[in-house]
């Protein structure tokens, strides 16, 4: 089993900054691309930036430029630093791993519980 555990969320003034961390946990064997998705209320939960284990991202258009995402593959960890936040960024954030629980195993997405975001004065 694997186990993705989120933390850094909460509220935070317009223009101000979060960081979110993502760690996971469990039966890995190796972990190929992971990610941060996010849903708003009444909204579809959508790609926020994904990185791949040589460092290469991509990012949603609407937030390039003000977040950046990260990884430590030695601690199976994925992060996001979000920065100039604005109201239009508060969501529910998750992260996402594509993770192979053994030699020879297939890979699978798993997601965290997600961790709320507010950006409000």
């Known amino acids: 089993q694997v186990q993705l555990v989120e933390s850094g969320g909460g509220l935070v003034q317009p223009g101000g900054s979060l960081r979110l961390s993502c760690a996971a946990s469990?039966?890995?064997?190796?972990?190929?691309?992971m990610g941060w998705y996010r849903q708003a209320p009444g909204k579809e939960r959508e790609l926020v930036a994904t990185?791949?284990?040589?460092?290469?991202?991509n990012y949603a258009d609407s937030v390039k430029g003000r977040f950046t995402i990260s990884r430590d593959n030695a601690k199976n960890t994925v992060y996001l630093q979000m920065n100039s936040l604005k109201p239009e960024d508060t969501a529910v954030y998750y992260c996402?791993?594509?993770?192979?629980?053994?030699?020879?195993?297939?890979?699978?997405?798993?997601w965290g519980q997600g961790t709320q975001v507010t950006v409000s004065s």
């Open positions: 996402n791993a594509d993770v192979r629980v053994g030699w020879s195993r297939p890979v699978r997405a798993y």
């Open positions: 469990g039966s890995i064997f190796s972990i190929n691309a």
């Open positions: 990185i791949i284990s040589s460092g290469s991202a």
